[in-house]
T-cell receptor, first 113, second 115 residues
Framework: AQSVTQPDIHITVSEGASLELRCNYS??????LFWYVQSPGQGLQLLLK??????LVQGIKGFEAEFKRSQSSFNLRKPSVHWSDAAEYFC???????????FGKGTRLHILP | DTGVSQDPRHKITKRGQNVTFRCDPI?????LYWYRQTLGQGPEFLTY????????KSRLLSDRFSAERPKGSFSTLEIQRTEQGDSAMYLC?????????????FGPGTRLLVL
């Protein structure tokens, strides 16, 4: 069965600084991988997803993620964060033969002015 | 496209009462999912529908929970004899096609508090 781990519960960065949120997954083959963002009072919004091909995936809002098979990781990055990026970020994994995705516990991002 | 909507947004109930939540998916999305999210956790899968057919239920979905999607459009999630442990955010999502690769579009959720 697939699983996903987000090692950092909270991350704090200064506005304008770079960001990397970690995600590790467990699955025997290459799964589908997703990053979602949840802002207060908002539904989850898909930032990006990876199925195959280029291991560097571009998403919305200036985010990107890199799939590394050797490390079973799919870390999310942004070169320069904005105060509006403060939110909770969820990594998710889905097995191709399954019909559901499994979410990590999330990383809450705090932005310092 | 008005997005996925959920009603009510908040519900406070007393232990032992029944509650029902409604989800209206994006028009023509044939997949509809229900999730539960508790504090400090990611969404946990509860069940999903392909049109009106309920195809999978999580073991999290006890006998007190029932979900329907009678005409393949909106869906309801009912919790009977609520318990304090049912307090959570209940999320609905829809997707246009089959398979885990399809993007799921989430509603704002219904926050349930059981006193």
């Amino acid at each position: 069965a697939q699983s996903v781990t987000q090692p950092d519960i909270h991350i704090t960065v200064s506005e304008g600084a770079s960001l990397e949120l970690r995600c590790n997954y467990s699955y025997g083959a290459t799964p589908y991988l997703f990053w979602y963002v949840q802002s207060p009072g908002q539904g989850l919004q898909l930032l990006l997803k990876y199925f195959s091909g280029d291991t560097l995936v571009q998403g919305i809002k200036g985010f990107e993620a890199e799939f590394k098979r050797s490390q079973s990781s799919f870390n999310l990055r942004k070169p320069s964060v904005h105060w509006s990026d403060a939110a909770e970020y969820f990594c998710a994994v889905g097995a191709p033969e399954a019909d559901k995705i499994i979410f990590g516990k999330g990383t809450r991002l705090h932005i310092l002015p | 496209d008005t997005g996925v909507s959920q009603d009510p947004r908040h519900k406070i109930t007393k232990r032992g009462q029944n509650v029902t939540f409604r989800c209206d998916p994006i028009s023509e999305h044939n997949r509809l999912y229900w999730y539960r999210q508790t504090l400090g956790q990611g969404p946990e899968f509860l069940t999903y529908f392909q049109n009106e057919a309920q195809l999978e239920k999580s073991r999290l979905l006890s006998d007190r929970f029932s979900a329907e999607r009678p005409k393949g459009s909106f869906s309801t999630l009912e919790i009977q004899r609520t318990e304090q442990g049912d307090s959570a955010m209940y999320l609905c999502a829809s997707s246009p096609g089959q398979g885990v690769g399809e993007t799921q579009y989430f509603g704002p959720g219904t926050r349930l508090l059981v006193l």
